[in-house]
């Protein structure tokens, strides 16, 4: 079945850039993204792409595609001491809502 | 505010006492889905649903039951619970269509089962 693979722990200081990576076996997968949950709380969407783009970027966050490795990497500029938190990766395959997740990263910025 | 409502947050019950974990969105969203979150497993689907009175299993769908009467409510059913469903459960919805298919989370319940 797919998977979802991700490194689990990242650590960096505030104000440093922070990239979570991210890769996937599913072929088909048409939509990839990715969550974050703060503490004590459900997961909320962060971003998203397409899979027919390389980049989106979204204020801070950078996301790059490369589907031929079926790698997608998150990228966090400026990363503040709030944006600690666990990030998933998720894909879904074009016209269907159930997602595959990875088991998440956390990251721990430190002042 | 559109949200995804769970109850009871937290939970700590016995062995084989049935329960009831309820989910309701107020986004008129077809598809529905409960996950667990466990420490180095990440999230895991139990169930799913891609309308009123259509569900299907996820990956870890033993020991659990839902239904999906009306739009609005997911439950999930856990008709003799045991430890190894101590876990952090989530509902989660979206609609079958649209920009991304993003996923709406309810914030969790924490189950423990002694």
């Known amino acids: 079945g797919e998977d979802v693979e991700q490194s689990l722990f990242l650590s960096v200081r505030e104000g440093d850039s922070s990239v979570i990576n991210c890769t996937y076996t599913?072929?088909?997968?048409?939509?990839l993204y990715w969550y974050k949950q703060e503490p004590g709380a459900g997961l909320q969407l962060l971003t998203y792409?397409?899979?027919?783009?390389d980049m989106k970027q979204d204020q801070r966050l950078t996301v790059l595609l490369n589907k031929k490795d079926k790698h997608l990497s998150l990228r966090i500029a400026d990363t503040q001491t709030g944006d600690s938190a666990i990030y998933f990766c998720?894909?879904?395959?074009?016209?269907?809502?159930?997602?595959?997740f990875g088991k998440g990263t956390m990251l721990l910025v430190s002042p | 505010e559109a949200q995804v409502t769970q109850n009871p947050r937290y939970l700590i019950t016995v062995t084989g006492k049935k329960l009831t974990v309820t989910c309701s969105q107020n986004?008129?969203?077809?598809?529905m889905s409960w996950y667990r979150q466990d420490p180095g497993l990440g999230l895991r689907q139990i169930y799913y649903?891609?309308?009123?009175?259509?569900?299907d299993k996820g990956d870890v769908p033993e020991g659990y039951k839902v239904s999906r009467k009306e739009k609005r409510n997911f439950p999930l059913i856990l008709e003799s619970p045991s430890p190894n469903q101590t876990s952090l459960y989530f509902c989660?919805?979206?609609?079958?269509?649209?920009?991304?298919?993003?996923?709406?989370f309810g914030p969790g319940t924490r189950l423990t089962v002694l």
């Open positions: 792409i397409f899979s027919n783009m």
């Open positions: 599913d072929s088909s997968s048409t939509y």
């Open positions: 989660a919805s979206s609609t079958n269509r649209g920009r991304g298919n993003e996923q709406f």
């Open positions: 986004m008129n969203h077809e598809y």
């Open positions: 998720a894909e879904s395959s074009s016209g269907y809502s159930t997602l595959t």
């Open positions: 649903s891609m309308n009123v009175e259509v569900t």
